[in-house]
Each structure stands twice: as C-alpha cells, then as structure tokens.
C-alpha cells in the first residue's frame, strides 16, 4: 500500500525551502536534537530500559521525538529511532551496551552474511511505522516531519565490525579486499532501506534525510563505488514511489567530493559537517540543491558570545541560498539546554 504524497508547502514553511525558496529566518532543527541532553529523555530513557526498548516503543518514542519541538518550537523534527535497527531487523542481533554503544554479532564471511533475513524486516519494524504515525498526529502542522535512515556504508561498517570504530577498517579492508559478499551486503541494505524510508513516508514523513557519517573516511574509488553508488540507488528507489518527498544526504566529511555527491546522486539537499568551508560550498555545490549545517554543536556546549560569533557567521554566509541551519553532527549530552535555546533566539531575532 503506498499513500499518495504531498509536499506541504501552504502549511510547513520548512517544506518551501525545496521549492527553492530562501527563507529568513533560516528554519533550523539540530541533528540529536532528542537526547541525553535533555533531562526531560533521560527520564523517558530510564523508564523504557535500554535504548532498542525505547526505538522500539512507539508511545516513548513519539514523547521523545516531540520533547524538543515542545521546549524549542523547531520547524523540523525527527523520528526518534537508530541507524541500527535494519540490521536488528536482518537478524543481526544488536544491542547497546551502557556507555559502549552498538554491539552486533560482527560479519565476516559470506557465511556470516547468508544469515540475515528480510523475512521478519516490516514485521520487526512495525513499531516504527508506528511512531511516524503518532508523531505526525503530534506535531503542529507547521512543523515537518523527517524520516531518516543510515546509507548502506555506514551501517555497513557496524555490521562488518561489529561495535563502531573511529577508523572502520574493519569494513575498509573487507570492501578492498572486494569480497562479492560487501557488494552484496550494500545492494541488500540499498534494497531494504528504500523500503524503510517509503514506509515512513507512506506513514506521515515530510522529507528524508539519509546519513552517512563514514562515507566521508573512504578513499577516492572507494568513495564513488560505497559511498555515491547506493546513495543514487537509493534516491532513485525512493524517488520511483515517491518522487517529490525531498531527500536530503550527509555523506559526512565528504569535503570538496560534496559537489560530485549532489551531482551524481540526484539528492534534494545535503547537510555539511562542521569541516566544510560555507563559503565554498554557497558558491560550488549545484543553486537547486539545499544546504543545511554547519554549526560546530561544541560550540553550542561551549555558549557565550563566541556561539553568538559563530551563528551568525553561518547565517551570513548562506544568506542568500535556500537554506536550513543545523549542526555539523549531533548535539552531545554535555551540551546545557539552555544554549540550544540561544541558537535558535539567535536565528528567529537576525
Ligand atoms: O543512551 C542513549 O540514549 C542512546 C544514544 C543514542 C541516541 C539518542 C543512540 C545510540 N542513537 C540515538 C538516536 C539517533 N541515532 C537518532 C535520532 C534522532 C535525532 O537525531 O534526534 C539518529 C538520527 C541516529 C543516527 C545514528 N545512529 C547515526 C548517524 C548519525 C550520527 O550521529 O553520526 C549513527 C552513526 C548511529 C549509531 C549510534 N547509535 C547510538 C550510538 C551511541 C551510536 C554511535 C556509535 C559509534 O560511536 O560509532
């Protein structure tokens, strides 16, 4: 069943950026904008158990996923849920460890990989689907809805390696080693993704954003063949059901290979990472692509009149474009609440 689909531009001004629009002020949403941070989580967090029990729940969920439009009146929020529950849903069996993060039964064979299963895949992530649902009914019109999913790199590189990694050789030395099964373990991840992020579409998301916090870390073939590869594949499988939902991409630390990125994958937006000089990229990445970022959320941690410097040096220098504010990765759990509510003064007050 797919429902048909409408961009909401009369009634989410977020959504008019896709039409081109250069809004000010620029609509902002931070990515982890629902998390440790917040006192108001960590409550929720306590009383789901751990972390999968949470994504999985789709009452916590829906109350976390809208905690931070309550306390920020954001323009977007984004379904609370992880990266990892495609590979949870192949059968891989993962868990997260207090304070360790992901832990997966690692891939490294072709056996190992003939175990996972898309039998059980819309079934075990029903919750979800759930969760879209009863966020959409939660949110005030204005607000746009993201679903997102991981890019088949990235959370490839879990899988492979079984716990996150700083430099993911694990999965580096596999796909050099080109093992047919890396090929195939990306066109399965592609396959199901697209099905995910349609389904959250089918279930009340605005727009997509898909990310990819590893691509960046991979070298020139390997970059077009892991990273640009799927992700045109995947914009081309969601864009056949759903051609006019906005994607956005965060192929991170992808540097001046952004601009190859938003040619060859056909992506609606791309979110920058706090590398990535803005000046560069308003005046090099395609004027019909939407840029989102960059701010660095340490500075959000650090507050002062340094956050206030560092703002509005981002909204200067995108003035002129379509344009979303956000971080350049995730707001982290030391960050004070209270800076989070600056930025976005700052923004609504330039
Ligand atoms: O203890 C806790 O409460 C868990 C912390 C946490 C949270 C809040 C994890 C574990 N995931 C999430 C939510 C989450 N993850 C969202 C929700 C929406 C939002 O942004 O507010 C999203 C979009 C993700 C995506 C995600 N998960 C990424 C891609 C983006 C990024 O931050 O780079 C990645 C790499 C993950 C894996 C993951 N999940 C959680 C952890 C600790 C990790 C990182 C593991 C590592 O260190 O490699």
Redesign the pocket.
Known sequence: MNIAYKRRTDDCRFMRVFEGECLTPAPVW???????YLPE??KV?KTAGN?LD??YSPDLATE??LQ?IRRYDFDAS???????LIPDGLGQNVR?G??I??ILEPIRSEEDFRKLTVENLHDHLAPVYQTVKQVRAGLPKKTALIG?C?APW?VAT?MISG???PDQKDARLAAFRRETWVQELIDLLVETSVQYLCKQVENGADLL?V?D??GGNLGELEFERWCIEPMAAMVAGVKQTYPDVPIIG?P?NAGVRYKRFIEKTGVDGVSLDTSVCLAWARDNLDDGCVLQGNLDPLAVVAGGDRLEVEVKHVLDTMAERPFIFNLG???I?ETPPENVARVVDIIRSA
Request: aromatic residues 20%.
């Open positions: 931070m990515m982890r904008q629902a998390g440790r989580y960590r967090r972390f949470l994504c976390v996923t931070p984004i379904l609370f849920a992880d990266i990892l997260f207090e304070n993060g992901p997102f991981g990235t879990y716990k996150g990694s954003q990310f916090t590893w965060f991170r990765h995730g707001l759990p």
